[in-house]
């Protein structure tokens, strides 16, 4: 009950003050793999390890032929995929750029 009205009071204070909410994107691009790296692991393999894993990769994506988009098949998506490793970067694209362009607020003091 207080959650679902303290929502109503920020947002009546938002409109009432006419000020725009400011998103801000505090970081864009590949620049997320080392974050997610630093934040959820210890460690994340050899360099080695995740390079064979983006060939396997590059290998099953050739195999597929042009039922996969043509940049999976390019040395630069090998490259991502390394970076990304261990998750796969179109994972992390569809959270960041899908997801996050949601507009979904993440106020954990405010949820129910």
């Not at 938002?14 to 000020?19: D, M, N, T, V």
């Not at 692991?41 to 195999?63: N, Q």
């Not at 970067?89 to 997801?99: H, K, M």
Request: net charge positive.
């Amino acid at each position: 009950m207080r959650a679902s009205r303290a929502r109503r009071c920020k947002s009546a204070s938002q409109r009432s003050s006419g000020a725009p909410e400011n998103i801000v994107t505090p970081v864009e691009g590949d620049d997320i793999f080392p974050i997610l790296h630093r934040r959820l692991f210890t460690r994340i393999g050899a360099e080695e390890d995740r390079r064979r894993v983006a060939e396997a990769y590059a290998d099953w994506y050739e195999s597929l032929g042009d039922t996969v988009p043509g940049h999976y098949r390019e040395a630069s998506y090998r490259d991502r995929t390394v970076t990304a490793f261990p998750f796969h970067p179109e994972l992390v694209d569809i959270l960041t750029n899908r997801w996050g362009s949601l507009g979904i607020r993440h106020d954990s003091r405010l949820s129910t």
